[in-house]
């Protein structure tokens, strides 16, 4: 029986039935499955995530770096261990324009812009952006992004990543280069 559960901080709560308890790495106690419940066994075998994660985005590598000049790209999702949802800090600077674009087989995303100004090319129409708008994308939607005069700071969120990933790449065709 998962006895009341105490966290580091003094917090409980009190699960009914019978189910697992198990130390996450992190140090909090998790309580899972009702045994009998049919994934039982495969909540009990796979790690269960920390309750929570707080990450600077800033202090977090650029994985860009020189493949695309003026963009950095950071990636928190293993830092956060996070099995469901992905966050990343895109920083553009002024009048840069992403050479390339893409999209997903599955992943839903959305976009804020958290500085500065630009536009987003979804399929082959663009769109202008600014500070604190907000842009939903359907996977399949072929996206890119353009920096305003002042930069371009995006924030992306994305929902869960297939094992074997499911982003496609693909080269942006801005309407004004054609």
């Not at 066994?41 to 269960?48: F, H, N, P």
Request: net charge negative; proline share 6%; with cysteine.
């Amino acid at each position: 029986m998962c006895a009341p559960v105490v966290g580091p901080f003094g917090s409980s709560r009190r699960p009914s039935g019978v189910m697992i308890a198990s130390m996450s790495v992190s140090g909090f106690w998790e309580c899972g499955a009702k045994v009998g419940d049919e994934n039982y066994d495969s909540l009990y075998q796979r790690r269960l995530m920390s309750r929570f994660a707080t990450v600077n985005l800033l202090k977090i590598e650029d994985s860009v770096g020189d493949r695309a000049p003026g963009i950095e790209g950071r990636f928190a999702r293993k830092h956060l261990d996070s099995r469901d949802l992905g966050v990343s800090l895109f920083r553009y600077a002024a009048n840069v324009r992403s050479p390339m674009a893409h999209s997903h087989r599955e992943q839903e995303e959305a976009y804020i812009v958290v500085a500065g100004s630009g536009r987003v090319l979804l399929d082959d129409e663009a769109h202008e952006l600014q500070q604190w708008d907000v842009v939903r994308v359907a996977p399949e939607v072929v996206r890119s992004f353009e920096a305003g005069p002042d930069g371009l700071d995006i924030v992306a969120v994305g929902g869960p990543k297939p094992e074997d990933g499911d982003g496609v790449m693909g080269t942006a065709v801005w309407p004004d280069a054609r």
